[in-house]
C-alpha cells in the first residue's frame, strides 16, 4: 500500500492572488477562447464552460440556449438518433453540442453519427465518451477502436482523476480528458466506495500531464459557486464541466415540484437510484447506487445565471491581467488557506 502524506485539495482550500492589472474594466476582458484538439486537429472557439450530460442539464433545450453565448453542452445520452435530427434541424449547433457515449461499439456510433449528417447536412464534429470508471481496459479500447475509425472526430473522454488516468485515455487518441471522481454534487461514489480525488488537486496533476500532449482536461465536478469556476480555470482546465449551477433552471425541462409554498426542479446523479430506475428499469444486483437526488429551488431561464457566470470570469480576469479565460492559468497564483 502507497499514501502520500501531501495534502490534497479542493476548491475552497485557495484562494487566487490579484496581482497588478491592465485591464481597467470587465469590458476590456474577452472570454471566448481557442482550444486545439491534438489528436483530431479540430479548432475550437468559445466560451469554455460545458453544460453536464445529467438528464436535467444536458437538454436540447439548454444547448439551444447556451449556443448563443458560445458555451458547450454535453447532451445527455439518453437522446436517440432521430431526436438529434429534429433539434438540429431547429437550429441547435453540433458545434457547441456534443453527443455522449459510453461503451458503445464503433459500429454503433457510426450509425447514429451518418444517420445525423444524412438527415441534416451537419457533421458530429465532436463526441463525449463518459462512464464513471475511466481507468476499465475495455474504456480505454473503445477510445482507441474509434480514433482509427474516425481520425477527424474530436473526442474527450472520462473520467479520471490522475495523471496515470490522462496518460491512458491520451495515448488511446482522446483529445481532451474529463477530470472528476466523486467531486459531483450529487455524486455519491466517495461515501460508497471510498474511491475519489479532491478536485482541484485533481485538475492541476491531470492538466501538467496532459499539457505533454497538447490536450486538455474538463474539469468535471465540485463546482458549488462562481468562484469555484475561476479557480478550476486557474488549475489549469481547458474547459469547466457545471452541473448543479445549471439545474433547476427552465431549460432543464425538470418538472416542476411544488413544495412549502415554492417551486422546486429535481436534480439526480447519473448513478443513482431514480437514473438507474428510469434508463435500466432498476439497480441492478450486482451494482449499488452512487448518487442522490435533489430538489433545487426554480431558477427560472437559464440566460439569467449565464450572465452571473460570465460576468464573474470578466471579473477574476481583471483582477489578475488575464486577457481571456486562456490566461487565467498563467496569469494565477494560489495561496492555501
Known amino acids: 500500500m502507497f499514501y502520500s502524506k501531501e495534502k490534497k485539495l479542493n476548491f475552497n482550500d485557495v484562494l487566487i492572488i490579484p496581482k497588478s492589472s491592465q485591464l481597467n474594466s470587465r469590458k476590456d476582458v474577452i472570454?471566448?477562447?481557442?482550444?486545439?484538439?491534438?489528436?483530431?486537429?479540430?479548432?475550437?472557439?468559445?466560451?469554455?464552460?460545458?453544460?453536464?450530460?445529467?438528464?436535467?442539464?444536458g437538454t436540447f433545450e439548454m444547448g439551444l440556449a447556451l449556443q448563443k453565448f458560445h458555451i458547450t453542452?454535453?447532451?445527455?445520452?439518453?437522446?436517440?438518433?432521430?431526436?438529434?435530427?429534429?433539434?438540429?434541424?431547429?437550429?441547435?449547433?453540433p458545434e457547441y453540442n456534443y453527443i455522449t457515449f459510453g461503451l458503445e461499439k464503433v459500429s454503433e456510433i457510426d450509425e447514429i453519427i451518418s444517420f445525423i449528417y444524412q438527415k441534416t447536412n451537419k457533421a458530429i464534429k465532436t463526441v463525449v465518451f463518459d462512464i464513471p470508471n475511466g481507468y476499465i481496459d475495455k474504456f480505454s479500447k473503445t477510445?482507441?477502436?474509434?480514433?482509427?475509425?474516425?481520425?477527424?472526430?474530436?473526442?474527450?473522454?472520462?473520467?479520471?482523476?490522475?495523471?496515470?488516468?490522462?496518460?491512458?485515455?491520451?495515448?488511446?487518441?482522446?483529445?481532451?480528458?474529463?477530470?472528476?471522481?466523486?467531486?459531483?454534487?450529487?455524486?455519491?461514489?466517495?461515501?460508497?466506495?471510498?474511491?475519489?480525488?479532491?478536485?482541484?488537486?485533481?485538475?492541476?496533476?491531470?492538466?501538467?500531464?496532459?499539457?505533454?500532449?497538447?490536450?486538455?482536461?474538463?474539469?468535471?465536478?465540485?463546482?458549488?459557486?462562481?468562484?469555484?469556476?475561476?479557480?478550476?480555470?486557474?488549475?489549469?482546465?481547458?474547459?469547466?464541466?457545471?452541473?448543479?449551477?445549471?439545474?433547476?433552471?427552465k431549460e432543464s425541462m425538470a418538472p416542476i415540484i411544488r413544495k412549502d409554498n415554492k417551486n422546486y426542479r429535481e436534480l439526480y446523479g447519473m448513478s443513482s437510484t431514480k437514473a438507474m430506475t428510469k434508463h435500466y428499469g432498476g439497480v441492478a444486483d450486482y451494482r449499488t447506487s452512487e448518487g442522490k437526488s435533489i430538489l433545487v429551488e426554480d431558477r427560472g431561464p437559464v440566460?439569467?445565471?449565464?450572465?452571473?457566470?460570465?460576468?464573474?470570469?470578466?471579473?477574476?480576469?481583471?483582477?489578475?491581467?488575464?486577457?481571456?479565460?486562456?490566461?487565467?492559468?498563467?496569469?494565477?497564483?494560489?495561496?492555501?488557506?
Open 31 to 57: 472570454l471566448d477562447t481557442n482550444i486545439s484538439f491534438p489528436n483530431s486537429s479540430v479548432e475550437w472557439f468559445g466560451v469554455p464552460i460545458m453544460a453536464s450530460n445529467m438528464d436535467n442539464v
Open 303 to 337: 440566460k439569467n445565471t449565464v450572465n452571473e457566470i460570465l460576468g464573474a470570469l470578466r471579473s477574476t480576469c481583471t483582477y489578475i491581467n488575464a486577457k481571456n479565460i486562456g490566461k487565467i492559468y498563467e496569469n494565477s497564483n494560489f495561496i492555501i488557506l
Open 143 to 249: 477510445i482507441s477502436d474509434t480514433r482509427k475509425h474516425f481520425p477527424n472526430l474530436g473526442i474527450i473522454a472520462g473520467n479520471v482523476v490522475t495523471p496515470e488516468g490522462v496518460k491512458l485515455l491520451m495515448d488511446s487518441g482522446a483529445d481532451g480528458v474529463k477530470v472528476g471522481i466523486g467531486s459531483g454534487g450529487v455524486c455519491d461514489t466517495t461515501e460508497t466506495t471510498g474511491i475519489g480525488y479532491p478536485q482541484l488537486s485533481a485538475v492541476i496533476e491531470c492538466s501538467e500531464e496532459v499539457k505533454k500532449y497538447n490536450g486538455f482536461v474538463v474539469s468535471d465536478g465540485g463546482v458549488k459557486i462562481t468562484g469555484d469556476i475561476s479557480k478550476a480555470f486557474a488549475a489549469g482546465a481547458g474547459f469547466v464541466m457545471l452541473g448543479s449551477l445549471l439545474a433547476a433552471h
Open 73 to 93: 453542452n454535453a447532451v445527455s445520452k439518453f437522446y436517440d438518433k432521430k431526436a438529434w435530427v429534429k433539434y438540429i434541424n431547429k437550429g441547435l449547433d
